[in-house]
């Protein structure tokens, strides 16, 4: 007697985000019109990007950039490096930046990029020729009246100054908007490098209020830079034997 297998998950990124848009805009009651030109990303742009290699081959990588809406303003989003980057997940990214951008008000509209590549394995020179090619092949598209990328999964202020350069060579001219970001010396942000980790402690920390936990005797699951920070806001770490009672705070792995 064979068994009924279960039914398969559904775990497209672009249709998780379509999903929650659709909750949301029942919520709103939006007009049906509105709600089809919403669900649907305004731009894609798949590229090819051929990079020579160390060892002198030739090997090509496949890049994205998604603009998903560009109705309160230029497209705003990061650019991930990962071997598991798809087209659907930088669409979903890309329209949860419009989202995230539209809740706290600031005039932007949602974009995302990526490379399908693993960083870990390409050398420096790898990573500028592959950064740059790619950069190159979607300056049609970015600008700072048009679409401003960010550092994401495996990228950094060193990627966004090798993007900032090779858009400039392009256009003929310092072109310091185009991505934000980049170095301190190149006209980038205190604070940056540490901010999405910042986002999560200042959500955690409202979190904590609802729930009516105290973080004083809060535990968390953590490492690296991000438990610093917990620490920091006096979070203790909360070793694997230990059981209950404490806030489990759980980084999730690119």
């Known amino acids: 007697m064979s068994s009924a ?19 949301a805009a029942d919520y709103l009651e939006l007009d049906h019109s509105l709600r089809n030109v919403l669900r649907s990303a305004k731009r894609q742009l798949i590229v ?3 990079v020579r290699m160390d ?9 994205y950039r998604v603009q998903h809406n560009i109705a309160r303003g230029p497209a705003k989003g990061g650019i991930r490096y990962h071997p598991n980057v ?20 600031i005039p932007y509209g949602g974009g995302k990029g990526g490379v399908v590549c693993d960083p870990k394995s390409l050398s420096m020179g790898e990573l500028e020729r592959l950064t740059r090619r790619y ?21 950094d202020s060193q ?37 999405t980790a910042r986002g999560a402690l200042y959500a955690l920390r409202e ?3 609802v729930k009516g936990m105290s973080l004083t005797d809060a535990r968390s699951r953590g490492s690296g830079l991000w438990q610093c920070r917990l620490n920091h806001h ?9 059981g209950g009672g404490g806030l489990r705070f759980q980084m999730w792995p690119y």
């Open 159 to 195: 990627t966004m100054a090798w993007i900032m350069d090779t858009i400039s060579m392009v256009h003929g001219h310092t072109e310091l908007g185009v991505v934000t970001g980049k170095p301190l010396s190149l006209g980038g942000s205190q604070g940056r490098h540490e901010a």
């Open 135 to 155: 950069a190159f092949e979607i300056a049609p598209i970015i600008g700072p009246d048009r679409d401003i990328p960010a550092p994401d999964v495996y990228t």
């Open 234 to 242: 006096g979070i203790s770490r909360q070793r694997r034997r230990q």
């Open 55 to 63: 060892g002198g081959e030739t090997k090509v990588f496949e890049g």
């Open 48 to 50: 090819s990007i051929p």
């Open 207 to 209: 979190a904590c209020k």
């Open 86 to 105: 798809t087209l659907d997940e930088v669409k979903a990214l890309a329209s949860w930046m419009t989202w995230k951008c539209a809740t706290v008000g």
């Open 5 to 23: 297998s279960a039914p398969k998950e559904e775990l497209n990124p672009f249709e998780i985000a379509k999903q929650q848009f659709d909750r």
